[in-house]
């Protein structure tokens, strides 16, 4: 216990002169050291959902928050002092050589097509009078189909329980509600690694083990509607594809994999009546990506893709080779002054 405590305390520490350290570097600007040699290159950023996880009710899976929409503001009043943003469009057209890239250009992307986007991130977004991307995985747009996270979120909140089973037939105990949110994110981490079938099972067979009811059309408030995805595609938010259902797409056999990466995209355009060129991979880590998903995403006439390994991507990186553009994962516990190392061209070398 001792030990334990020790340990811990020290961990604080840790991180408390790190946190000074980088407040520091923020406030003398050395934060920016190195920045003008990269100056060529394409930084991309990823967000999820703006929305404030800490709030009491909250009860899908937090990991996912990206920044509360305060935090999430001042991060663009960041890029709007030291970046270029540019839309995706802006991107396509330098691809095929009709115009030409600002140096330090910014993309902002969002994952998944969550309803926060439209509520939290949009109006910011108009104020700045930013262009962004969001991907979206169709089979859960306008629908009652929540993420597997979420589902499984929901049910460690809601549940009496105060156990559960792991798929390597290990129980889990909480005592109290800080316990049972670190059980519930390792389980759902645990689920990353299934095969999709089996991932499938376990998820579904959840609220029968926590002993949770889910209300009907509960998550349909979770995700936008079509009708707001076409109200911000007329008004500089542009759309992207990001599958069907989310799976990882080195995980399936390759001939889903073209369903899910080419059904994405004929849903879009479905719905928007515009042919879309850019796709983000789900989980999008070196392990979810290889060439033939790639070739599988420029065969179904997509013109970029993105991927979330660290860091920018030199412009002529990107020309080499569309479709594994580099995206910086953005986290709701991330301060200014840690938002401002991760755009740093330094972040490209962090493992
Ligand atoms: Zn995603």
Redesign the pocket.
């Known amino acids: 216990m001792y030990s334990k405590q020790t340990e811990s305390q020290k961990k604080s520490i840790h991180s408390t002169i790190i946190k000074k350290v980088t407040s520091l570097a923020f406030e003398t600007g050395i934060i920016r050291a190195g920045r003008q040699f990269w100056s060529k290159s394409l930084t991309v950023l990823n967000y999820h959902r703006i929305d404030d996880p800490h709030q009491k009710d909250f009860d899908s899976f937090s990991p996912n928050v990206s920044a509360s929409p305060e935090e999430f503001n001042r991060q663009m009043d960041y890029l709007a002092r030291w970046f270029n943003v540019v839309s995706l469009q802006d991107v396509i057209n330098w691809l095929d050589g009709r115009q030409t890239l600002p140096p330090y250009a910014t993309l902002i992307t969002f994952?998944?097509g969550y309803l926060d986007n439209y509520i939290n991130a949009y109006p910011i977004l108009r104020q700045h009078n930013f262009p962004a991307v969001i991907y979206l995985?169709t089979g859960h747009i306008d629908t009652d189909t929540p993420f597997y996270w979420d589902i499984a979120a929901y049910c460690f909140f809601h549940t009496k329980a105060d156990h559960v089973l792991f798929p390597n037939n290990t129980e889990r105990l909480w005592k109290n509600s800080g316990e049972r949110d670190k059980v519930s994110h390792n389980w759902i981490e645990f689920m990353k690694a299934l095969p999709e079938i089996q991932k499938q099972n376990w998820v579904s067979n959840l609220p029968n083990q926590l002993n949770v009811s889910i209300p009907h059309d509960y998550f349909r408030k979770l995700m936008m509607n079509w009708d707001q995805v076409r109200e911000m595609h007329n008004n500089g938010i542009e759309f992207g594809g990001?599958t069907v259902n989310?799976p990882i797409l080195t995980r399936i056999p390759p001939n889903q994999a073209r369903i899910e990466i080419e059904g994405s995209k004929a849903e879009i355009e479905k719905q928007l009546g515009q042919p879309i060129y850019s796709f983000a991979y789900?989980n999008g880590k070196e392990l979810d990506i290889n060439t033939s998903i790639e070739n599988l995403t420029d065969q179904a006439g997509y013109r970029a893709a993105f991927t979330l390994l660290n860091g920018p991507t030199s412009f002529q990186e990107v020309k080499q080779n569309p479709y594994a553009i580099r995206r910086i994962f953005i986290g709701h516990k991330h301060t200014l002054p840690q938002f401002a190392i991760l755009v740093n061209p330094i972040n490209r070398f962090r493992a």
Do not use: A, F, G
């Open positions: 994952d998944d995985t990001h989310h789900p």
